[in-house]
T-cell receptor, first 113, second 112 residues
Framework: AQSVTQPDIHITVSEGASLELRCNYSYGATPYLFWYVQSPGQGLQLLLKYFSGDTLVQGIKGFEAEFKRSQSSFNLRKPSVHWSDAAEYFCAVAPGGYNKLIFGAGTRLAVHP | NAGVTQTPKFQVLKTGQSMTLQCAQDMNHEYMSWYRQDPGMGLRLIHYSVGAGITDQGEVPNGYNVSRSTTEDFPLRLLSAAPSQTSVYFC???????????FGPGTRLTVT
């Protein structure tokens, strides 16, 4: 069965530090891949997505993600974190159709001043 | 455009009660979906629709019914609420492949 693993439940970084959130997926072929962010009490906002082509994709708010087929990974990165980036981040795949997403459990990011 | 709207924002039910969570979008999207979000589990797909009159089950459909009589609306019905259905429910829509999926603000449901 398809699945998404986000190994880190909580991550704390200092403001200005770099960030990498890990995501691994289980699927036979290359699925559509997504990263969403959820601020407290809010809905989900799409940060970036990968369908095909260049394996390094740029998103909003200075985020980027790299697709690595050999590792079945789609890690999210940001070179310098801002306090406003504190939120929960979800990796998702769409193996069976574009509107049928499978989400990871999420990584909650805390940012220290 | 209002995007994806959900009502109510909060709801408390007693076990056995029924209710309908409303979802509407004004973007003329064919694809709509319902997810539930539980702590430590991310979001899980309940039901989805690829167009008016067409619905199908997702990962966790038991205890929920849906219908899609119009492109704009995709209500989620709980026929007999159970405490296990305490969750935050999100509706989402997209125009289709290659396009972004838009999420509503969510409905927080508590079943006592």
């Amino acid at each position: 069965a398809q699945s998404v693993t986000q190994p880190d439940i909580h991550i704390t970084v200092s403001e200005g530090a770099s960030l990498e959130l890990r995501c691994n997926y289980s699927y036979g072929a290359t699925p559509y891949l997504f990263w969403y962010v959820q601020s407290p009490g809010q809905g989900l906002q799409l940060l970036l997505k990968y369908f095909s082509g260049d394996t390094l994709v740029q998103g909003i708010k200075g985020f980027e993600a790299e697709f690595k087929r050999s590792q079945s990974s789609f890690n999210l990165r940001k070179p310098s974190v801002h306090w406003s980036d504190a939120a929960e981040y979800f990796c998702a795949v769409a193996p069976g159709g574009y509107n049928k997403l499978i989400f990871g459990a999420g990584t909650r990011l805390a940012v220290h001043p | 455009n209002a995007g994806v709207t959900q009502t109510p924002k909060f709801q408390v039910l007693k076990t056995g009660q029924s209710m309908t969570l409303q979802c509407a979008q004004d973007m003329n999207h064919e694809y709509m979906s319902w997810y539930r979000q539980d702590p430590g589990m991310g979001l899980r797909l309940i039901h989805y629709s690829v167009g008016a009159g067409i619905t199908d089950q997702g990962e966790v459909p038991n205890g929920y019914n849906v219908s899609r009589s119009t492109t704009e609306d995709f209500p989620l019905r709980l026929l007999s609420a159970a405490p296990s259905q305490t969750s935050v429910y999100f509706c989402a829509s997209t125009i289709g492949q290659g396009s972004d999926q838009y999420f509503g603000p969510g409905t927080r449901l508590t079943v006592t």
